[in-house]
């Protein structure tokens, strides 16, 4: 198989680049640079190397930085930003720091583009590209010619074709660089000569092979969510390994309306031993009375793991613990968390109260829209696939104060009309999120001829990139009204109903 290798200097837009290689179709992998040799990388076997920006200087002592082997194997290589200073500097060019006011570049920059290079082919003379970068080329290495350049800065981008080494200054990643992917296009195709067939049909092939091999006749066990991702990795290895896969489903009784049948209904077809715990009184019970956001997230996170882990031990002790993390956990692991703000509970890995010997994440190398394609791939109803994310609570911060049977009732028939609707006018496809949420609130309204004195629902709709921020959703003013007319029409106990008009931040996009 084709695969390019990104060395990873540290820098932000990382992810970026492999997912824009691999929406090339051609496969890749991110490795630190700080562990790249001649050996290891004649091992991987890349057709091309890409080296990442980064936040050093290349001239500092401590800066990391490559053997100057790597650029002389044959292997085309591209740098960017950092990626790009280093080769220069490697390689006998000169990099400079650029004064105040002098080369260093932030943002949307106005740069000249040579279009006899094969990245920029077919680019007008001028181009807007993303620059990032205090330090500049000043002089580039023997056999280079600059090609391309900006105001500030003499060298935007420089290329030795001959030796196959190109290197770009900005970042052709990021969407503000006009026709960025078609030059990491270019570079993977022409240059390294990536025939672009990496499909998702391939992987199902390779990762079962990959599974069966690692795990030959011994047992794996997989703690189900419904989620996409462990949906998707249990699918995967039912195809591999077939009934050695126990997977757990903890059906706390939080899930949406209908959600757990769906699961169910999915898994108990497969080749798998299936196991749903049906522990929605149990949870129930120990969430009576509790009425703080966090303390309920603690008592269900705390309570899934006993349920899985008394499960668990009735099965004895297993090879594997299957866990269904994905390729932005792993590049993103290692780094500094931020502040606590939820402390979110995953139904994903739970080493410490398992009895196993390995964990297998064979999921590990996909980004999120690859495993929902790998899922399509193996056949997946679309409901399953397309699953907007679910907190790990479930509907349990969707209800804010108590959580009780008659609330969970009302909330999931609420939330499933607003969905359906929002899904039948095709506005979900643009929406990253979007649920409804049981307020504590209750206010006076009038229905028929009486008073009533009711619940007030309100209804959450995001976009979003990343979950990180979010802005709220325009939803249409007449969707809206049809939505709100449905649900006082067929659930009880709502005489009122808002819509959330915060982005994230100030507010997160669950209510608790
Ligand atoms: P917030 O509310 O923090 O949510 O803006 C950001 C994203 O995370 C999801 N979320 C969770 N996911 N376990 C999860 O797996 C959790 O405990 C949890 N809490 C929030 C939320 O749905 C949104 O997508």
């Known amino acids: 198989m084709q695969k390019v290798l990104i060395l990873d200097f540290g820098g932000q837009y ?16 991110v490795h630190p640079a700080s562990k790249a040799t001649v050996e290891n990388v004649r091992a ?56 105040e006011n002098d ?80 030059m990491i296009d270019a570079f993977v195709k ?19 092979k990959e599974i069966r091999e690692k795990v030959g006749d011994q047992k794996v066990l997989l703690a189900l969510s419904g989620g996409v991702d462990s949906s998707v990795a249990a699918a995967l290895l039912s195809r591999a390994i077939g009934n050695q896969l126990t997977c757990i489903f903890v059906d706390h009784g939080l899930l949406r309306k209908d959600e757990g049948d769906q699961v169910e209904a999915v898994f108990s077809r497969m080749d798998l031993n299936f196991i749903r715990v049906n522990a929605q009184e149990r949870f129930l019970s120990k969430l009576a009375g509790v009425e703080e956001p966090e303390r ?31 390729y932005p956990d792993v590049i993103e ?43 399509r791939a193996m056949g997946l109803p679309s409901a399953l696939v397309n699953r907007q994310p679910f907190p790990g609570p479930g509907l349990a911060i969707r209800i804010i ?12 028939d609420a ?20 649920f409804a949420v049981l307020t504590n609130t209750r206010s006076v309204g009038v229905m028929g001829d009486g008073r009533t004195y009711d619940y007030t629902l309100a209804l959450r709709a995001v976009t979003t990139d990343d979950f990180m921020t979010a802005k709220w959703a325009r939803i249409p003013y007449e969707l809206l009204d049809k939505i709100s007319g449905e649900i006082v029409n067929h659930v009880p106990c709502i005489n009122r109903i808002v819509y959330d008009i915060t982005s994230k931040p100030p507010a997160t996009i669950e209510w608790e």
């Open 14 to 29: 990382n992810q970026l680049i492999a997912r824009r290689v691999r929406e090339c179709h051609v496969y890749c992998e």
């Open 44 to 99: 991987f076997g890349p057709i091309g190397i890409i080296l990442t920006g980064g936040p050093n200087s290349v001239y500092a002592k401590s800066s990391p930085s490559l053997p100057k082997e790597i650029f002389e194997m044959g292997i085309p290589v591209l740098g960017i930003c950092y990626g790009c200073q280093l080769m220069a500097h490697t390689l006998g060019g000169v990099v400079t720091e650029a004064g």
């Open 103 to 182: 080369a260093r570049e932030y943002g949307r920059t106005v740069t000249h583009l040579d279009p006899n290079c094969i990245l920029f082919e077919g680019f007008p003379e001028e181009s807007i590209t993303w620059m990032s970068h205090g330090d500049y080329i000043s002089k580039v290495p023997e056999g280079f010619t600059v090609t391309g350049f900006t105001d500030a800065c003499p060298t935007a981008a420089m290329a030795a074709p001959a030796r196959k080494l190109y290197g770009v200054q900005f970042h052709p990643e990021v969407s503000h660089t006009d026709g960025g992917i078609r």
């Open 190 to 208: 022409q240059v390294c000569g990536g025939t672009g067939d990496w499909l998702m049909e391939d992987y199902v092939t390779s990762a079962t």
């Open 296 to 326: 309920k997230r603690k008592i269900i996170g705390e309570e899934f793991i006993r349920v899985f882990e008394a499960e668990a031990k009735k099965i004895g002790k297993v090879d594997f613990l299957a866990q269904g993390t994905i």
């Open 333 to 375: 692991s290692g780094l500094g968390s931020a502040a606590v703000i939820k402390s979110h509970h995953n139904v994903g890995g739970l080493p410490d109260y398992v009895d196993f010997r390995e964990i297998i994440e064979p999921l590990r190398l996909l980004f999120k829209d690859e495993v929902r394609e790998l899922g």
């Open 401 to 412: 104060g108590e959580v009780t049977q008659e609330k969970l009732d009302i909330l999931r």
């Open 415 to 434: 939330d499933a009309i607003f969905r359906n609707a929002l899904e039948e006018a095709h506005q979900n496809e643009s929406i990253g999120q979007y």
